[in-house]
C-alpha cells in the first residue's frame, strides 16, 4: 500500500524545531517527493533529517543512507580539490592554466589565469561544436575540446556559468598536477580520511542506495521550453544545452559510471554539509586541519559582480561568484550574510557555508524543482536555520 504521508525521521536539535517544521512543510506545499537536510553550527550537528520517497512510485523509502545525484552542488567538492593545492602551494590561482596544462594556451587562450576557471570567467562556458553524452563521458576527448577551443567572450571580464565544462577545466588542472581525476584526489584527501560519504559519480556497488530522479512536477510544456530556448543567447545554448541532460540521463548506470565534477557528485546532505562545513569551519572539519583558514578566506573573494551571460535569462539580479562558489550578495541566496557562499544543483540542491556564523547547511532531493535558481524549499530551509540562531 502506498504511504501517504511522508516518514519524517532523524535528529533535529529543540533550537532548531522550525527547520524541522519547513522541512515538513515542504512536503505538502512544494511537492516534495524524497529529501533530506542536514545542518552543522561550530562543528556540531544540530539538524539531521530525512523523508519521503527515493523513488517516483514511492515504493521505496528514503532512508538515513540514502544517495542522490547532486548536480551542480558537486562544484562545491571540485573546487575543494583546487583549493587542497592551492593551500599546499602546488597551484597558484594567477597563474595561467597553460603553466599547468600546456596544451590550454590554444586559441588565445595563454594568459587565462586559474582564478578564471574558478570564477566561471574564462570564456568557456560550453563548447562550440556539437557534444553528444556519450562524448562527455569521455574526459580525454572532453579536455582535448575545451583546450583546443576558442573563448566566447575576453576572458576575465564577464562572467558566464561552466555548467558542464567547469568541472573538466578545474578537473584536469587538479589530474595535471596530481595525477588523479579529481573524484580520486578528493577520496584519498578528504572522504575517505574523514568519512564523509559523498563520491563523483557512483561506484555500482553502491547503485542499490541511490534515490532515482524525477522531473518536477509542473514541468515545463514543449512550446514554454521552445519559447525558453529560443531567448537565450548562442553561449547560454552552449552551456545548458550541449549535451542536454535530463533525469532520464542522470538514472542511467552510464552517468553514474562517468566522472562529470561539475554535475554528477552523489552524496547524503550529511555529505554536502561535511564538505561545505570545511570552508564553514575556516579549514577546520571533525578534529582535522583540511585547509588553512587564509586559503577558506580567499574562497569568498569577490570575483566582479554583473549579469551573469548564461544565468543573466533566469535571475532578476546581479551575481557574483568567488574563486569557486557563489557568494550569498544582496539577494542572500546562501542567507543573510552576504559574505556566505554556497552552490546549489539543478533542481533544488543546495551546500551552503558560513564562515562567520560557523553554519554548513547541506540539502539533497530527487523531485526537481521547476525553477533554475533559488528553489523555494532550500530559500525557506536557509531562512528557518538563520532565524534560529
Known sequence: MTQLVPRIEGECAERFSAVR???????????????????????????DL?????????????????????WSTTKGATALCAHLLIDRGLLDPDAPVAEYWPEFSAAGKAGVRVRELLAHR?????????????????WELTTARLAAMEPWWEPGTRSGYHAMTYGFLVGEVV???????????????VTEPLAIDFTMGLPEKEAHRAAE???????????????????????????????????????SAAWRAAEIPAANGHGTARAVAALYGIFAGRGRYGGHRVLSAGTVERVREGQGRGRDLVLGPAFAHETEAGLGLWLSGENRSYGPNPRAFGHEGAGGSCGLADPDAGVSLGYVMNRMGSRVADDPRRMALIDAVYGAL
Open 21 to 47: 517544521d519547513t522541512f515538513e512543510r515542504n512536503f505538502h506545499e512544494h511537492d516534495e517527493l524524497g529529501a533530506a537536510v542536514t545542518v552543522i553550527v561550530g562543528g556540531e550537528t544540530v539538524v
Open 213 to 251: 530522479l524525477v522531473p518536477a512536477a509542473t514541468p515545463l510544456t514543449a512550446e514554454e521550453a521552445a519559447a525558453l530556448l529560443a531567448g537565450l543567447p548562442p553561449v547560454a545554448l552552449a552551456a545548458m544545452t550541449n549535451p542536454a541532460i535530463g533525469t532520464e540521463v542522470a538514472n
Open 175 to 189: 589530474r595535471r598536477i596530481t595525477g588523479l581525476l579529481p573524484g580520486a584526489f578528493l577520496r584519498r584527501e
Open 50 to 70: 530525512w523523508g519521503g520517497w527515493a523513488d517516483g512510485a514511492r515504493t521505496r523509502p528514503w532512508e538515513r543512507d540514502t544517495v542522490v545525484n547532486v
Open 122 to 138: 574564462a570564456g568557456l562556458a560550453g563548447l562550440r561544436e556539437p557534444h553528444t553524452v556519450e562524448q562527455l563521458y569521455d
